[in-house]
């Protein structure tokens, strides 16, 4: 899997990332130590904590870098870490850390939990009936190409097409009846046969075009919903007829 990002357009979302990234370690080690000082561990439980925890960091912090969706895990095992401290500490300056740990690393997931960042692609859905995406024309260059928009929040959504274009760039897309302009931020490759997914954040530089924005969004939100019934209404019929 490659990973391409628009670091110009990103550079401040990235400074964020990286201080909050910080800032939760930071407050966990004062965690460790305020347990220590407080006698709810020994020395060398404490040491033993330290070392996890860093070794945790690291790889949480690889992932976090190299974008891979096992980010999520490992920041999942750090919240619920976190809030058995919270709750199971002895020193309100123990929980207290804790808490400030929680929050950052919250604030780190609610930024990358972005399609331009980690695209929510349902790859394992091969039955085109129960896909979620749009059809979309992608205008460049006075060039047309055949595109898929799905994962559509927070003004960015996920483009999947089979043609390598460029970050950075800008694109017209047509979806259901209009027109949209949208900047190429990220791009996905994973593997031969398998379409590119961009990361997209939508232009909307009038009135007109935020409401014609929510409606796409609201379109997708409502087909899924549609999709995901049917899909397990089959199932359960499925399921009973056996």
Sequence with gaps: MKINLYSFKLQYEFDKIK?????FFGFFILAILSEFFSDENGFFYSIFKLLAASGCYYLLTLTRVKLYYSFWTFAGVFQIYFLTGIFNSLSSWTGFFYLCSSVFLSMEMYILLSPIFYPR??????DFRYRDDIKADVKIDEQSYKGRLSDLRREAGCLSCFE????????DIEAEGNNYKAEIMSRREYSLGRPLHYGIKFVSNSSEDKIKLRTLFSKWK??????????FTKEEQAVEAN
């Design 121 to 126: 692609v349902n790859w394992w859905e091969y």
């Design 222 to 231: 409502s087909k899924k919903k549609v999709i995901m019934k049917k899909k």
């Design 19 to 23: 201080s909050l990234h910080w800032s």
């Design 164 to 171: 390598v274009l460029d970050i950075g760039a800008t694109v």
